[in-house]
């Protein structure tokens, strides 16, 4: 949920995360002194656009360091889905490399240089189910659901986040939707049916209306029996929960022949 506009123009989040298997590969080998980070993916940029060359260089400028490092990233995640991919990857680079180079910084040393990459960049330096706040860095860890598996349709195409969170139209403070005690209370009770009937994301009930092929999707997995759908973040990755991997199977199966094959499907579970 988003329940304030900040004055420092970011929005005040209540979200909890799940992490789940899917992941990408990073490579990383150690150099005289420069800092490359190399992609096989067309639409994800080398170099120091990348949030894993900030996280490298980030991490260098905090310890003082000379040395350098080449990483290649090897793209499982789809990109720009709302699945926190590249801030995983950030994360994952600031521990590789507080291990390679040796630089023994603090679990605060590494939050605070987390946050400054990105709001949910701390989550992934740790990452277990959680109840974030703030910016999304605030981070209170919640008890794990029971074991579930996932399939992921993300559609070809893109949905902006500075236009989803327009279309929010968030003007003043408000609480948290009630489904959020609802669904703790269900981690709580360890009990999967009553999380997923309880899921709830702000941004799946506003754009929903607005894009009919979001809304095709959100259907196709209401209709097939899952535990319950949800939107990852501000999207455009619908989820579709279900309790096994032979249904996660058959329901990715039964995806890829009604959606069109440009849209990327996959299938991931909570029990990491």
Not at 162 to 178: C, F, K, T, V
Not at 197 to 216: A, D, G, T, W
Not at 240 to 256: H, I, K, N, S, Y
């Amino acid at each position: 949920d988003v329940i304030d506009r900040r004055a420092d123009d970011f929005h005040e989040v209540v979200t909890i995360i799940e992490p789940l298997s899917l992941h990408d590969i990073l490579h990383l080998r150690e150099t005289a002194g420069e800092i490359k980070v190399y992609t096989d993916h067309p639409g994800i940029p080398d170099g120091p656009d990348n949030i894993v060359y900030q996280a490298a260089q980030l991490i260098r400028e905090e310890s003082g360091i000379k040395r350098g490092v080449v990483i290649r990233i090897e793209k499982m995640v789809p990109a720009a889905a709302g699945l926190g991919g590249g801030s995983a990857n950030a994360a994952r680079t600031l521990l590789r490399l507080n291990e390679l180079w040796e630089l023994n910084l603090s679990p605060q040393t590494m939050v605070r240089l987390g946050g400054q990459l990105g709001s949910d960049v701390p989550f992934f330096l740790n990452p277990t189910t959680s109840l974030c706040r703030g910016r999304g860095e605030e981070i209170t860890p919640l008890p794990p659901p029971p074991g579930f598996w996932a399939v992921l349709i993300k559609p070809s195409f893109p949905i902006s986040t500075h236009w989803a969170y327009e279309e929010l139209a968030i003007s003043g403070s408000r609480p948290p939707h009630r489904k959020l005690k609802v669904i703790i209370e269900a981690l709580n009770s360890s009990d999967l049916s009553g999380l997923g009937s309880s899921l709830y994301n702000i941004f799946q009930e506003v754009l929903e209306p607005k894009i009919p092929r979001l809304h095709e999707i959100l259907n196709f997995f209401r209709n097939n029996n899952t535990l319950g759908t949800i939107l990852s973040g501000s999207g455009s990755t619908v989820v579709g929960l279900v309790a096994t991997e032979p249904e996660a199977q058959a329901l990715a199966d039964r995806a890829r022949s009604e959606f069109p094959s440009d849209y990327l499907f996959r299938i991931a579970t909570n029990s990491i």
